[in-house]
């Protein structure tokens, strides 16, 4: 082939594939745009709704329905991002996340990965927790094989470093293992923290992947329920 006529096929082939690659995105900024509701930036997974009762405020919910079911909202926020000074958290919601977490977290891949830590042969110094402010992860139990303790789970916005412990606001509650890494009852005797916040300077909620699709399921089986009453 003519050199000349090379150079012009490979020009017009390269135009071309410009111009087709806006076209390729395009669908998908039709899709993200095709949502009821906006989510945070810093959490996709939240989504941002207008309070159907105050045009002033924004109400979060890890629900994407329109208009949001206020009883189930994670909280309210003037402002955006949502910050400890601007969010009120939803009474009903710190509930309905403990009774998740009681039913469901020892069935999470990732407390169960933590649990494993007390069936090594090495085990972990787990003597008892700390002052509680990010200090070394002494967890109920002594260490080494045979001996049992307490896992502190903790929300994903801010983990810990290992072998550390989370900071209390961050800490949603704790299950008991024993030395073999079998959860204590079968369940681990969930026991909440007390003093766990949905928002701090940190960011808001951070679930596992797991927890959050259980905090889903059980959110869209409380709002069936409520349409069903209306």
Request: one cysteine or more; hydrophobic letters at 35%; aromatic letters at 6%.
């Amino acid at each position: 082939m003519c050199p000349v006529l090379y150079q012009m096929l490979a020009n017009n082939l390269v135009r071309s594939t410009r111009r087709i690659r806006p076209a390729s995105r395009f669908p998908i900024l039709r899709l993200r745009g095709a949502r009821h509701a906006s989510t945070l930036p810093e959490n996709p997974h939240i989504y941002v709704h207008r309070h159907p009762l105050d045009p002033s405020k924004r109400l979060l919910s890890l629900l994407p329905t329109e208009p949001a079911t206020l009883q189930l909202a994670i909280g309210t926020c003037n402002v955006l991002p949502p910050t400890p000074q601007n969010f009120e958290t939803n009474p009903n919601f710190l509930p309905i996340l403990s009774s998740v977490f009681a039913t469901h977290a020892t069935s999470d891949p990732y407390v169960q990965s933590q649990a494993s830590v007390y069936a090594s042969p090495g085990g972990m110094d787990l003597s008892g927790p700390d002052d509680g402010a990010g200090g070394a992860n002494h967890q109920g139990g002594a260490g080494g094989a045979g001996h049992g303790g307490w896992i502190h789970i903790s929300d994903l916005r801010n983990p810990p470093d290992y072998g550390r412990i989370a900071w209390p606001e961050d800490i949603l509650g704790s299950v008991e293992v024993d030395g073999n890494g079998r959860f204590a009852g079968g369940t681990g005797g969930w026991q909440d923290s007390g003093t766990y916040r949905v928002v701090t300077r940190e960011g808001i909620l951070g679930l596992t992947d797991y927890m959050r699709g259980k905090m889903v399921e059980k959110l869209q089986e409380l709002e069936r329920q409520i349409k069903q009453n209306s």
